[in-house]
């Protein structure tokens, strides 16, 4: 399983960024997939999560209502809206994919992609 995130870069507080991951599954539909975030000096977290169908999602507090997860079958893609960005958001950003849900929520997935750096200045 290979992940490839992208999209991150450096903007101004207020600004929004898309991520993207792409993946190279086959059977990309049965997979629940999530994106993380890690800051230096801190732990990994979780940011969304979004299940095989599309149906379900997940959001962390702090981004609730700033960013949205989405995903393209079709393309084999899941997308990470970021809206309203805050120096805070600033991290390297990873997606993952698992078959289970528990996993993704957990942030112990099975597969995990190379990590996009967003940064946000003030």
């Known amino acids: 399983v290979q992940l490839q995130a992208s999209g991150g870069g450096s903007v101004q507080a207020g600004d929004s960024l898309k991520l993207t991951c792409a993946a190279s599954l086959r059977t990309f539909n049965t997979y629940n997939m999530g994106w993380f975030r890690q800051a230096p000096g801190r732990a990994r977290e979780l940011v969304a999560a979004?299940?095989?169908?599309?149906?379900?999602?997940n959001y962390a507090d702090f981004v609730k209502g700033r960013f949205t997860i989405s995903r393209q079958n079709a393309n084999k893609t899941v997308s990470l809206q970021m809206n309203s960005l805050k120096p805070e958001d600033t991290a390297v950003y990873y997606c993952?994919?698992?078959?289970?849900?528990?996993?993704?929520?957990?942030?112990?997935?099975?597969?995990w992609g190379q990590g996009t750096q967003v940064t946000v200045s003030s």
């Open positions: 979004i299940t095989w169908s599309g149906a379900s999602t």
């Open positions: 993952a994919a698992d078959h289970r849900w528990g996993p993704i929520l957990a942030g112990t997935a099975g597969s």
